[in-house]
C-alpha cells in the first residue's frame, strides 16, 4: 500500500473504494479507461517509480508530504457551516449504529471524504430508481429533506426584515404588537405623521416598556432566542472587551486610536458624520436641540441623489428636444450652432420646431433667473444671453496656463470686469479667437450650453436650500465680541469682530463648532465635521477630483476598458442579474412578481400596490422615487455611473459605449426596483427602503464611497466597489442567515447523487478538478461525461478575504492592467495565476506561448510583429504529436492584460471541440460549462507526484541524509514500512 493510500482522505488523492483513484492497488485505472496499451505500460511504470521513492524514503525514516489541494475560504466556510447536519446520524440508525455518536462524528469530528445526504439514506432504504425522472425525484425530495432537516435552517442572528423607526434613541426594529400600532398611526395620520408619531410613543416609554413594541435581537432557533448565549451583548463582548483593553493600554492606545480613525476615515464614508450624538446647545442668546449626525447624513444624500436625479431629467428632456429637431430637419447640419446665433441675436429662425425650442429656453431662463434672484444667486439678467461655456479647444487653452482676459478684446475685459461675466455674443468671441489663435474659444452648440446651464441652475438651488436647512437643523448663532489694536505706525486704532470658539460637552468628550467657509453660512457655527463636509459638497456633485491632465487621461482610459471587458458582453448581463436576484433572495426577496413589478414601472405601464398599512403607491409615483433616491441610473458591477457630462459627449465611441451602460442601467432598475417595492409593501418608509436597497446592491454614486476610496482605490482596482460592498454584506448574510449558504453544498450533492451513469464516484471526479476549478461552486451535469456548470455566484467573493494564497491571487487580480502590466512585465512573474509568464533561459525567438487558431488569419505584417508561427508539439501527457500556434509570450501578455475577455471569448467562439450549447453557456447565458479531462488530471497529478518525491530524494541526498546505498535487503523494507503504517 502506498503512503497516499493509507492516508485516507487527505490531501488531494483519497483512497477509493472502487479501484479507481490515482494510486489503486488494482489494475483497473481510472486513466486507463481511453489509453493504448503502450501509454498504460508507461503509466504504470511511474506509477512504480512512485512507490519506489516513496519507500526509499520511508527506509530513511522520512514520510514523503503529501500534495495538498489548497481550499479557498468559500469551500471552507460551506464546509464548516455543513456540520451537524441529521443525515448521518439517521444513516447510522438504520445500520443499527450508534445515532449520538455518528451525529458528534459529523458535527466536530475530521472532515468527511464523502457527506451523507438524505438521498444516501433513501438509497440505503432501497430507493433506487433507474430512471433520470425517478432520480430526478428522489432528488429533489433528499434535498428538501437535507434543507428542513438541518439545524442550521432554522439559525437566525439579528432582527431580520423588520420594520424600523428611527428615533432620538436610535433605530428600532419593530416586532409585531409594534407593526400594529404603527399600523394604525398611519392610517389615521398619514404615512409620514404615523412615523413622527410612532417615534414619539417609543421614546415616552421607559426602559423596559419599549422592549414590549421592538424586536428581540441576538442569536434565535427556529424565531425564539437562545436563552443567555442568544443575546446581542454576550456575542459582541469579546470584540467590546478587545476594543476597550486596546483603548486603555498606556503607549498601544495612541497607536490604536490613531490607525482606528484613520482606517474609519479612508473606508467608511460619513464615519465622523454618523458619530456626532444628537446635542443641546446653550449660549448666551438661545438654547437648541441639535439632531445627530445620521440625520445629516440622510439630508446630504438626499439632496445629492434629488440633485442628480433633477439634473438628469432635465439633461434627457434637452437630448429629447435635440433628436426631434434633428429627425425633423434632417437637412440641416449644424442646427446647434443656428439655435445659439439666433437666441443670441433675439430672432427667429423660421422653422417652427426650433422657434419652439427658443420660445422654451427663453422661458426657462426667464424662469431660472426668477428662482435665482429670490435666493441672491443672482442679482441681474441679460437679455437673450447664453452661459459661455468652454468647448473642448478653450478648456485645453487653460489646462496649458493660458490666460482668457488678457487675450480678449477691450471691451469684452471692461465688461468682465464690472459684472464678472462675459456678456459678448458667443459666436462674435469665437470669431475673433479664431482669426488671432486659430481655434474657438466657447461651446457653440445650444442642446450643450443649455443643458449645463440647466443643471447648473437646479445645482445652485438644491445647494441652497441644502445650507438654509442645515444652518436650521444643525447651526448655532456664535458669541462675538470686538477686539480694538493701535498700529504702531500711524497710531489708528481699529476694531475686529471675533468669533467666540464653541465646544459642547458630550459623554464621549465634546464636539466643535467652527464657521464654515460658504457666504450663504456666515456668522452659523456648525459642528466641524459637517463643516468639512459641507465645503467638499461641490466637489461631489461634480465629480471634479481628477487632480491634473493625466489622471483624467487615466479615468478615461479606465471607463472605456471597464466598459469594453464587461458592458459588451451578455454573459456579463446575465451573471449580473442573477447575483442581484441572490443578494436581494438574501434580504428576503421571495417573491418573483416583484420583478415583473418593477419591469412594469421602469416601462411607464399603469398600475399600483398597497402597504401593509394601506398606503398606496402608483406605479408612475414608485418610478419617481427609483430616480429621487438614486436607485435608477446605477451601473452595477459595471461601476461607470452617468452625469450629465455624459450626456454632453458625442462621437463615435461614446455612442458605443452607451449601449451597455444602457443595459446595465435597465437591468439595475428592475432588480433594484424590485427589492424596493417589496420593502414598501412589507411596511418600510421609501427612504428606508431605498437604504436598504444600497445595503444590498450598493451605492455606486461618488458619494457612496470615501475621498481615498474614490480618489485611489477606484483608479487601484478597477471593480473595487463591487469587491468593497459585497464581500462584507455576504459576511453579513452569513453570520445572519447560515442556512442560506448552506443550501449551496446540498443543491451540489443533489446534482451528484443525479449523475448515476458515469464512470467514475462524484468524489473521485471532485478530486480530480484542477484546483481553479475546484473553488467554484459547480452543479454536475447528467452523463457519463464530467461536465459541470458553472454559477459565478457572489457568495463565492469570499475567497477575496485574504486568509490564504488564493484570497491574496484574487486580490492581486483586481488590479487595474495599467498599473499591473508593467509590474508583471518588469518581473516576468503572473500575479493571479504565479509562474514565470516566460522562461528567461531560453533564447528571446524562443519564448513563445501557445495562441487560439484563427490569429492566422492576422496580415503577415503582423503575424511577424507577434512572433506568430505554427509548429508541432509532443503532449508531455499524452505523448501525442499536434499541430499548434504559438507567438512571442510578452505579446501574448500584453494581449491578455488589455484585451483578456475578448481573446478569451475568441478563443470559445472559435473552439471546434465545444458544442454551440456549452459555447452559449460561455459567452451569453454566463453560466459556463466546464468539461474535466479525467485522464489528463489523473495522468497530470501522477506526473506532479512523480516530479515532487524526485526533488524530495535529491534534497536530502544533496545533505547526506539519504546515502547512495542499493544493498538494504528488501525484508528490512518491508519491516519498517509495516512498522510505519
Known amino acids: 500500500m502506498s503512503l497516499l493510500e493509507h492516508k485516507r482522505g487527505r490531501g488531494l488523492f483519497p483512497e477509493q473504494g472502487r479501484g479507481r483513484g490515482l494510486f489503486p492497488e488494482r489494475e483497473e485505472l481510472g486513466w486507463g479507461l481511453d489509453m493504448t496499451p503502450e501509454k498504460r505500460d508507461q503509466m504504470l511504470k511511474v506509477q512504480k517509480g512512485i512507490r519506489t521513492m516513496e519507500e526509499r524514503l520511508l527506509r530513511h525514516n522520512i514520510a514523503a508530504p503529501l500534495p495538498e489541494q489548497e481550499v479557498g475560504t468559500f469551500r471552507k466556510i ?60 428522489r432528488g429533489a425530495t433528499g434535498l428538501a429533506a437535507d434543507i428542513l432537516l438541518d439545524p442550521v435552517t432554522w439559525l437566525t442572528f439579528g432582527v431580520g426584515g423588520a420594520i424600523r423607526i428611527k428615533t432620538k434613541l436610535g433605530s428600532l426594529a419593530l416586532n409585531r404588537k409594534g407593526g400594529k400600532i404603527l399600523g394604525d398611526y398611519i392610517k389615521r395620520y398619514g404615512d409620514e405623521k404615523g412615523r413622527r408619531f410612532m417615534a414619539t410613543f417609543l421614546q415616552n416609554q421607559k426602559k423596559e416598556g419599549i422592549k414590549e413594541y421592538v424586536v428581540k435581537d441576538g442569536l434565535k432557533f427556529m424565531g425564539h432566542q437562545i436563552p443567555i448565549l442568544g443575546k446581542r451583548e454576550v456575542v459582541t463582548a469579546p470584540f467590546k472587551t478587545i476594543d476597550w483593553i486596546a483603548r486603555h493600554t498606556p503607549i498601544a492606545n495612541v497607536v490604536y486610536k490613531k490607525a482606528d480613525d484613520l482606517m474609519r476615515t479612508a473606508f467608511i464614508p460619513f464615519s ?25 447624513k440622510e439630508l446630504f444624500l438626499r439632496t445629492t441623489k434629488g440633485t442628480r436625479a433633477e439634473q438628469m431629467r432635465a439633461g434627457e428632456y434637452i437630448k429629447d428636444l435635440s433628436i426631434k429637431a434633428k429627425k425633423a430637419l434632417p437637412e440641416e447640419k449644424e442646427l446647434g450652432k443656428l439655435l445659439t446665433a439666433s437666441l443670441e441675436e433675439g430672432r427667429t429662425t423660421g422653422f417652427k420646431v426650433l422657434d419652439d425650442i427658443l420660445d422654451y429656453a427663453r422661458k426657462e431662463h426667464k424662469n431660472m433667473f426668477l428662482v435665482e434672484h429670490k435666493y441672491k444667486i443672482t442679482t441681474h439678467e441679460l437679455p437673450d444671453y447664453l452661459k459661455h461655456v468652454l468647448g473642448k479647444e478653450g478648456m485645453e487653452f487653460i489646462r496649458d496656463g493660458g490666460d482668457i482676459i488678457s487675450h480678449l478684446s477691450k471691451p469684452l475685459r471692461v465688461r468682465l470686469t464690472k459684472s464678472r461675466n462675459i456678456e459678448g455674443a458667443i459666436m462674435s468671441i469665437n470669431k475673433e479667437w479664431k482669426e488671432k489663435f486659430g481655434y474657438k474659444l466657447f461651446e457653440e452648440d445650444f442642446f450643450k450650453i443649455f443643458t449645463m446651464r440647466t443643471a447648473e441652475h437646479i445645482q445652485n438651488v438644491k445647494m441652497y436650500e441644502f445650507l438654509t436647512e442645515t444652518a436650521r437643523r444643525w447651526g448655532v448663532q456664535p458669541e462675538t465680541f470686538w477686539r480694538q489694536s493701535i498700529d504702531p505706525l500711524t497710531g489708528k486704532i481699529s476694531r475686529k469682530k471675533i468669533v467666540r470658539p ?77 447575483g442581484s436576484v441572490w443578494n436581494n433572495w438574501l434580504r428576503g426577496l421571495n417573491n418573483p412578481i416583484r420583478y415583473k413589478q418593477a419591469h412594469d414601472v421602469a416601462k411607464g405601464k399603469a398600475g399600483n400596490i398597497t402597504t401593509k398599512f394601506g398606503v398606496k403607491y402608483d406605479y408612475a409615483q414608485i418610478g419617481r422615487m427609483l430616480e429621487d433616491l438614486g436607485l435608477s441610473k446605477q451601473p452595477g458591477m459595471l461601476d461607470t455611473m452617468r452625469n450629465v457630462e455624459h450626456l454632453l459627449e458625442t462621437g463615435k465611441i461614446k455612442k458605443a459605449l452607451d449601449t451597455p451602460l444602457a443595459i446595465t442601467e435597465a437591468t439595475e432598475r428592475r432588480v433594484r426596483g424590485a427589492l424596493f417595492i417589496d420593502r414598501l409593501i412589507k411596511g418600510d418608509s421609501p427612504d428606508d427602503a431605498a437604504k436598504l436597497v444600497f445595503e444590498t446592491l450598493f451605492d455606486y454614486a461618488p458619494e457612496g464611497l470615501t475621498a481615498f476610496e474614490r480618489n485611489v482605490m477606484r483608479r487601484v482596482a478597477p471593480f473595487y466597489r463591487w469587491v468593497r460592498g459585497n464581500v462584507p454584506f455576504q459576511m453579513e448574510m452569513l453570520a445572519k442567515q447560515p442556512g442560506k449558504f448552506a443550501v449551496l453544498p446540498k443543491f451540489e450533492k443533489m446534482f451528484d447523487d443525479m449523475a448515476e451513469d458515469r464512470n467514475l464516484s462524484a468524489e473521485q471526479e471532485r478530486s480530480l478538478m484542477p484546483e481553479w476549478m475546484a473553488e467554484m461552486f459547480t452543479l454536475r451535469l447528467p452523463g457519463a461525461t464530467p461536465k459541470y456548470i458553472q454559477l459565478d455566484l457572489p457568495a463565492t467573493d469570499l475567497d477575496m478575504l485574504p486568509i490564504g494564497a488564493s484570497g491574496w491571487r484574487r486580490i492581486a487580480g483586481m488590479i487595474s492592467p495599467f498599473l499591473k502590466y508593467p509590474v508583471e512585465r518588469w518581473f516576468g512573474k503572473d500575479f493571479f495565476f504565479g509562474g514565470e509568464l516566460w522562461n528567461p533561459e531560453l533564447p528571446k525567438h524562443l519564448q513563445t506561448r501557445r495562441v487560439v487558431l484563427p490569429l492566422q488569419y492576422l496580415p503577415k505584417t503582423i503575424q511577424g510583429f507577434l512572433n506568430f508561427s505554427k509548429v508541432k508539439k509532443q503532449d508531455p501527457i499524452t505523448g501525442e504529436w499536434k499541430e499548434t500556434y504559438q507567438m512571442d509570450a510578452r505579446k501574448v501578455h500584453m494581449m491578455r492584460s488589455f484585451l483578456g475577455r475578448f481573446y478569451s471569448s475568441y478563443a470559445r467562439a472559435v473552439e471546434e471541440d465545444m458544442t454551440t450549447f456549452d459555447k452559449i453557456s460561455h459567452l451569453v447565458t454566463g453560466t459556463p460549462i466546464r468539461e474535466v479531462d479525467i485522464t489528463r488530471e489523473e495522468q497530470r497529478k501522477l506526473y506532479d507526484r512523480q516530479r515532487q518525491l524526485r526533488e524530495l530524494i535529491k534534497y536530502y541526498r544533496r545533505r547526506g541524509i539519504i546515502p547512495r546505498d542499493k544493498d538494504v535487503p528488501k525484508d528490512e523494507i518491508r519491516d519498517k514500512m509495516r512498522r510505519h503504517f
Not at 524 to 540: A, C, G, R
Open 78 to 137: 460551506l464546509g464548516f457551516i455543513r456540520r451537524g447536519e441529521t443525515a448521518p446520524a439517521i444513516m447510522a440508525g438504520i445500520r443499527g449504529e450508534s445515532m449520538g455518536r455518528a451525529y458528534w462524528q459529523s458535527a466536530f469530528g475530521a472532515e468527511p471524504l464523502q457527506r451523507i445526504s438524505y438521498t444516501d439514506v433513501f438509497n440505503e432504504m432501497g430507493w433506487r430508481p433507474d430512471t433520470k425522472i425517478g432520480r430526478f425525484v
Open 272 to 296: 465622523k458624520i454618523e458619530a456626532l450624538p444628537a446635542m443641546k446647545a446653550i449660549t448666551k442668546k438661545h438654547k437648541k436641540d441639535i439632531e445627530d449626525g445620521t440625520a445629516f
Open 502 to 578: 464653541l465646544t459642547i460637552p458630550t459623554k464621549k468628550g465634546g464636539v466643535k463648532f467652527v464657521e464654515s467657509t460658504a457666504p450663504q453660512l456666515k456668522g452659523v457655527l456648525l459642528p466641524e465635521p459637517i463643516v468639512k463636509m459641507i465645503d467638499d459638497y461641490s466637489k461631489i456633485l461634480t465629480s471634479e477630483e481628477a487632480a491634473n491632465a493625466f489622471l483624467r487621461m487615466y479615468d478615461k482610459l479606465l471607463r472605456f476598458w471597464k466598459i469594453s471587458v464587461t458592458g459588451i458582453f451578455p454573459a456579463f448581463h446575465a451573471r449580473n442579474i442573477y
